[in-house]
């Protein structure tokens, strides 16, 4: 089984230099795609067809496709690494970022050669300080090595890629926000269209990309498209970084194949539930996904497949809820989150998340009430994909709308009972 | 900026609509006429998509049941579109989204000055969302101190982000922002402190509920639905800005703007807004000292008088007293520097051959010069519009990607707060100096210079085929400057000229309109924009091209002129030797403070040589202490009339209330002087103004006189229907409907409800009774609509949202260009006075200063700054000096110094300017200490020392 993605990562807390990076075949793959046209490369990636790892699985060949090209295009365009990774439950990101950075700076340079864009950015999540140790030597690395600035390695092509370290948003994590933050402006959403492809960073043209996605880009043009499609035990080509957190043996984050089953990850790699615990439920993709239950475990985790049973591959980081652990509690913790990471721009994020994380405050305090389930449900339309500016808050509703449809009665037992039942 | 007219077809809730495919889907449902709540948008603002209220839902096809909730304001109008406004699914979204916004919000409407007239409710109605299941404790707020114009109350706030919308996007504002974020966002200042911009009372009218309320309002605080309103025109700069002024118990309570697409549209600047207070003032003068009959012996005795004029003053109380004195006695109360540089304004209005733009119209130019002109403070909301002006060409990249217009947030990230091109040269630094893209400081001949180098580098292209202007030699950064200037005007689609009077400069007025004429000369749709003094400086200047000094001359006050002044060819009126009737010399005053014109020496001196002065006056002041006659004259809420503004639009104001005591519209008292007393009907009360032997006189009766004088102004007659005018039988009420406690107003003296005040001059009555539709345009006193109490009920005023109102926006304007074939011959108005005009550079004199005047929004306008709220915010009296100057002299920041002119010694602080032209000093104009000086003057400036 092949792991290009983290073959080489040395799992003892250091990257990989420049040299280490070379001897294992780094930058390779930057020089062969130097020799051929950007759309050449464009096609590859496309052919690959390498969905976006960020969590909405859109392909990033087709991104690439939309950038506006030639003379009359106005510039500079920019290429972005969105390394904001802050979901709940979400470490994947992480590991490629302290373990190989110099294979998504190489992704990165890559992409922008492709889209010739004239400046890069890796936006990064402020509590990654290592990842930011590790990029800001990398980049030194790669400056010094001639794979950034003028005439990359040998050719004409020039681009300047700088780090930026986020305040800590979970916002900034979506690109249009992140734009804004980059900006130097309020981390608030833009109203789409148009797309940052049409009007990005500083209103120019713009990709932005997840740090997996980049990071897979240097081994699809090293090894061909065919190759990356055939990674995979689906249609949907290539790896997948999955994790998985909560009581099960090992927790823990693995590259697998993508479209490698619920219950693998969960029974083999992750070696099951936690000795007397039972496995109740699984947020998939992280804290804005739907929860999955037994009936479910079967699923091969890609895109296609998760979003056919109601949830979302999302980032692949799977929470796991076991029988010893409050519903109720885990979507209130989950709502609070989204609720304080709300940017404030839009009336049923802004006021709608709250008021949910204080029903739900209500209900486990054991002070809720039955037409609060009502409150609820009004709140999982209130804020359905399209209600609002941006994904945040449909993505908070994720959990909820699944709980309140899996875990009813424990929702009630909270109001019948008084208290929560499982304190 | 495409504003292409697409019309197509949509279907809202299955019945077919034309529509413009230009505007955004809630602009077009609001134009047909339809419901739906919104917040965040604004008709000027445009589309953001923040509160999700708009929502309705969208269909792919004939086909599709089910739809999708979309935001209107961010959908486009494409043809065939299909929605719902009315659909089930899109009216709870809509219920359940301000039920949302009700989480917070206190319901505090019974203590809210915004109550009554609150969008906020008008939507929550709107929708019909009515109980609350929210349980848990509010979010609240501490609330700041933002100065004496905004009162802030942040409980209330819904976050529709329209005042840092409309603070910092469009009127460039600093220090109101958005701070915080998810439910515990805070709109306000870093700290408490005045808000700095000149703009920040459309915060009023822009935030949709009580956060930001009118604080002088609140000092006398009145219900919407109990004000007496009326359709007025802002007296306090010479833009004209249409104003409803609104009254209870006989004083004015507060100033709304009052939309008129063709001058401010929805906005007002703070002056215009919060300088209405002095109306109120105790020092109103309330009581005539003298009855008319004891005046009609003087006024009626067929003996000379000589009549001084205003440009406060109407043009119908102008025209009486020029009637009553005769035309050559009548004389504008204004210097002759100032009156000679409106003529020549006037000149270039009536004669000149490039367009005049109306103040709406200035946001559609993408390129602009101003020469010599800070109109920040002598005319702000032409800054307002220049600010837009300055987003259109880089908003050509968001048109270019196709970027609808009405999408301000999507522009904004594109244009990335570009702006320009904007050339801007002053003597001293302005406000707007942080859009330009290049600035110029200079004294104003070199200023001139400027502006004629332009025009000669636009002018001496091959393609321009109009006679050859006098080159300029310019040193060479100047003369760089001058070509980008040229260049930047040329590769405008729509290039604007701005200028004005304020530095009393003939130079500058000229070298403006030579720029203007070369590029119209190019075929190029080229503006011109000339500010002047004050609110009817045009109207009464062409009534006349007598000026004070010219009447002080002829008073014998001999030293009348000021400096910069050459002799006048025209002035002189009567030949007759003045001393003829030396000692019986009748001066009829019109609302106008001498001692604010001229030197006190030459008023005393004037006042001196009167036997009979009359004044009409509103405040005393020390004119009114001159007087031997006084009577009290109406201010523009207590009268009716037209002025002229900058541009030439004849606006007409209505009175809002009858005072309830001897206070009267100066064309009423001096209708009734000219006659004499014997000839007036017996058993007249004592006060008989308005009234002829034969009959009461009308204000259409004094229109139709004024333009069988002036022929040329027969469009002032049709500026607002006649007092004759009736809706069916009815005439137009100046009070809501929901008007309260009217029998009980004067129930202390008289349980019996008095008769209400009938109004002969118009077709608007005093009370609440009247037709309760849409009446003509400029007959408009307040915006009410069923279900829209707020002011944005103006979308029901006009033929489509943002647009003309219904009847069309009021006003004419008298001139339009004269259109003298491209690249004719050289022309009167400019081209061959050119090579005459150009002054020469202005070289700095060792040890003198030539002392400029500099125009504060709060101070240089004499009324206004008698308000209690600008009142604060007037500065105090300083000198300006440029700091290589001050170090030469010895002076630092603060110095008192002693500037002696003519006579009089004026001690004051020095404060440093950065950018102020070397040789140059600059002092505010206007200020009570400062008034009556005339500038610009040569001084020597010495430091003072307090012994």
Redesign the interface.
């Known amino acids: 089984m092949e792991r290009p993605l983290t073959q080489h990562i040395k799992n003892d807390g250091t990257w990989l230099t420049l040299k280490e990076y070379e001897a294992a075949g780094g930058y390779r793959a930057l020089k062969k795609a130097l020799q051929l046209p950007p759309a050449a490369v464009t096609q590859i990636v496309k052919d690959a067809d390498l969905k976006g790892r960020g969590g909405a699985g859109f392909p990033a060949g087709k991104k690439w496709e939309m950038m506006p090209m030639g003379k009359e295009t106005p510039g500079p365009k920019y290429f972005i690494a969105n390394g904001d990774e802050m979901e709940p439950g979400s470490f994947k990101d992480r590991l490629l970022l302290e373990g190989n950075p110099h294979q998504l700076i190489e992704g990165l340079i890559i992409g922008s050669y492709a889209t010739q864009a004239r400046f890069s950015y890796i936006f990064l999540r402020w509590a990654y300080h290592l990842a930011a140790k590790a990029l800001t030597e990398c980049i030194r690395e790669a400056y010094e090595a001639g794979y950034l600035g003028a005439h990359i390695a040998g050719s004409d092509y020039q681009l300047d890629l700088s780090l930026h370290i986020s305040v800590g948003r979970y916002m900034c994590g979506e690109e249009t926000a992140l734009l804004n933050a980059l900006e130097g402006k309020r981390a608030n959403p833009r109203a789409k269209p148009p797309y940052p492809i049409v009007s990005g960073l500083f209103g120019k043209p713009t990709v932005v990309n997840n740090v997996e996605t980049l990071s897979n880009v240097p081994h699809i043009i090293a090894n061909g498209a065919d190759w990356f499609l055939h990674l995979s035990k689906t249609g949907e080509g290539g790896t997948k970084l999955y994790g998985a957190s909560g009581r099960v043996k090992r927790p823990g984050l693995w590259e697998l194949p993508l479209g490698t089953s619920l219950r693998e990850i969960l029974e083999e790699h992750a070696g099951g539930m936690q000795d007397g615990y039972q496995f109740k439920g699984v947020l998939p993709g992280g804290g804005s996904t739907d929860f999955l239950t037994p009936e479910h475990l079967d699923v091969p985790m890609d895109f296609a497949s998760v979003m056919k049973i109601g949830s979302r591959l999302g980032t692949g980081t799977l929470i796991v809820l076991d029988d010893k652990t409050c519903p109720v509690g885990m979507v209130r913790n989950l709502e609070h989150f989204f609720a304080q990471e709300s940017c404030g721009w839009c009336t049923p994020c802004r006021e709608g998340l709250p008021w949910t994380a204080k029903l739900l405050d209500a209900l486990e305090a054991g002070k809720g009430k039955m037409e609060d389930l009502d409150i609820l449900a009004f709140q999982v339309d209130y804020m359905a994909p399209g209600n609002t500016f941006c994904a945040l808050a449909p993505g908070a509703m994720e959990p909820l709308q699944s709980a309140l449809h899996h875990f009813k009665e424990d929702f009630e037992r909270h109001i019948h009972e008084h208290k929560c039942p499982w304190n | 900026m495409s504003l292409e007219l697409t019309m197509v077809k949509i279907f809202i809730d299955e019945k077919a609509y034309e529509a413009d495919g230009s505007q955004n889907l809630l602009a077009t449902c609001l134009s047909l006429g339809l419901n739906l709540p919104y917040f965040c948008w604004h008709p000027a603002l445009h589309s953001?998509?923040?509160?999700?209220?708009c929502?309705v839902l969208k269909y792919k096809n004939e086909e599709d049941k089910k739809g999708?909730?979309?935001m209107a304001c961010?959908e486009p109008v494409t043809d065939g579109l299909r929605i719902s406004i009315e659909a089930p699914e899109a009216h709870r979204?809509r219920a359940?989204?301000v039920e949302?916004?009700m989480?917070?919000h206190p319901h505090d409407c019974p203590v809210c000055d915004e109550g009554g007239e609150c969008h906020l409710q008008d939507m929550t109605v709107m929708t019909g969302h009515n109980a609350r299941?929210?349980r848990?404790t509010k979010r609240t707020h501490t609330n700041q101190y933002l100065g004496p114009f905004v009162n802030h109350e942040m409980n209330r706030c819904?976050?529709c982000?329209r005042c840092v919308r409309f603070y910092k996007d469009y009127a460039g504002g600093k220090d109101l922002d958005?701070f915080?974020?998810?439910?515990?966002?805070y709109f306000g200042r870093q700290e408490d402190g005045v808000l700095e911009n000149e703009f920040s009372g459309n915060l009023v009218e822009v935030c949709p509920t009580g956060v930001f309320t009118d604080k002088t309002l609140k000092r006398h605080f009145t219900r919407k639905w109990d004000l007496t309103d009326a359709p007025s025109i802002c007296h306090q700069c010479s833009l004209g800005c249409n104003i409803i002024a609104s009254e209870r118990y006989g004083s004015i309570r507060r100033i709304l703007s009052r939309f008129n697409g063709d001058v401010n549209g929805y906005f007002l600047c703070d002056r215009g807004r919060f300088g209405y207070e002095y109306i109120n003032s105790r020092q109103r003068v309330v009581k005539p000292s003298h009855s008319l009959q004891d005046i009609r012996p003087i006024t009626a005795s067929g003996k000379r008088m000589i009549g001084i004029g205003s440009p406060k003053a109407s043009l119908e109380s102008n025209f009486l007293l020029r009637e009553l004195v005769g035309p050559a006695n009548f004389y504008a109360g204004i210097s002759n520097a100032e009156g000679r540089l409106i003529r020549q304004v006037i000149g270039i209005l009536k004669n000149g051959k490039v367009k005049t733009p109306s103040l709406g119209e200035v946001k559609g130019y993408d390129a602009v010069f101003i020469v010599g002109e800070d109109v920040t403070n002598t005319a702000p909301l032409l800054a307002l519009n220049l600010r837009q002006a300055a987003k259109n060409t880089p908003g050509e990249?968001?048109a270019a990607?196709k970027?609808p217009i009405w999408?301000d947030?999507?522009i904004r990230?594109?244009?990335?707060g570009a702006t320009g091109p904007f050339y801007i040269a002053t003597p001293a630094a302005t406000k707007l100096d942080e859009i330009a893209t290049q600035t110029y400081r200079a004294h104003p001949d070199s200023i001139a210079r400027l502006a004629y180098g332009v025009a000669f580098a636009i002018n001496n292209l091959p393609a321009s085929t109009a006679a050859s202007l006098q080159p300029v030699e310019l040193d060479e950064k100047t003369n760089t400057l001058a070509q980008s200037i040229a260049a930047a005007l040329l590769a405008a689609k729509r290039p604007l000229i701005v200028s004005g009077t304020s530095l009393y400069s003939a130079a500058i007025l000229d070298a403006a309109s030579t720029v203007a004429d070369a590029l119209k000369d190019l075929g190029k749709e080229v503006g011109l924009l000339y500010t002047v003094p004050e609110a009817n400086s045009i109207g009464l200047s062409l009534m006349t091209h007598q000026f004070l000094e010219d009447a002080l001359e002829r008073a014998g006050v001999s030293d009348g002129h000021a400096p910069g002044f050459a002799d006048d060819e025209a002035a002189g009126g009567d030949d007759d030797d003045a001393t003829a009737d030396d000692d019986d010399m009748t001066a009829i005053i019109l609302e106008n403070d001498l001692y604010e014109r001229t030197y006190r020496k030459n008023a005393d001196a004037f006042f001196t040589r009167h036997k009979n002065v009359i004044v009409l006056d509103y405040l005393e002041n020390e004119t009114t202490r001159q007087a031997t006659h006084l009577l009290p004259a109406g201010t523009f809420a207590e009268t009716d009339g037209t002025i002229i503004n900058n541009e030439g639009r004849a606006q007409r104001f209505y009175a809002v209330h009858i005072p309830d005591n001897e206070v009267r519209g100066s064309w009423k008292w001096l209708e009734g002087m000219q006659y004499r007393q014997q000839d007036m009907p017996a058993g007249q009360p004592d006060i008989a103004a308005g009234q002829s032997p034969e009959k009461a006189v009308h204000f259409d009766d004094i229109v139709d006189r004024l333009v069988t004088v002036f022929p040329e102004w027969q469009a002032i007659k049709n500026l607002a229907p006649p007092a004759t005018f009736r809706e069916g039988t009815q005439k137009i009420p100046r009070e809501p409907h929901r008007y309260s406690g009217r029998t009980a107003i004067h129930a202390g003296a008289n349980v019996s409800e008095p008769m209400p005040p009938a109004d002969p001059d118009s077709a608007l009555s005093f009370t609440m009774e009247g037709y309760a539709g849409i009446p003509p345009p400029g007959l408009t006193p307040f915006y009410w609509s069923p279900g829209w109490n707020s002011v944005q009920a103006i979308n029901k005023y006009q033929i489509e949202v943002g647009g003309p109102l219904h009847g069309g926006n009021p006003g004419h304007r008298l001139f339009e260009p004269v259109d003298k074939g491209g690249g004719a011959a050289p022309d009167a108005a400019a081209g061959a006075a050119t090579a005459k005009n150009i002054p020469p550079a202005f070289s700095p004199q060792p040890g003198r200063y030539l002392v400029l005047p500099l125009y504060h929004i709060f101070g240089s306008d004499e009324l206004s700054a008698l308000s209690p709220a600008v009142g604060e915010r007037v500065p105090s009296p300083y000198i300006a000096l440029n700091d290589a100057d001050a170090a030469t002299a010895g002076l630092v920041e603060g110095s008192w110094v002693e500037i002696p002119f003519n006579g009089e010694v004026h001690r004051l602080p020095v404060r440093l300017q950065v950018g102020l032209t070397e040789g140059i000093a600059g002092l505010p104009k206007g200020l009570a200490s400062t008034a009556g000086i005339p500038f610009p003057f040569w001084t020597t400036i010495t430091a003072h020392h307090d012994d």
């Open positions: 953001v998509g923040a509160c999700r209220q929502a999708k909730l979309v961010l979204f359940g989204n949302a916004l989480v917070n299941r929210y848990f819904i976050q982000y958005v915080a974020s998810h439910d515990d966002v990249q968001a990607l970027i999408n947030a999507a990230e594109v244009v990335q």
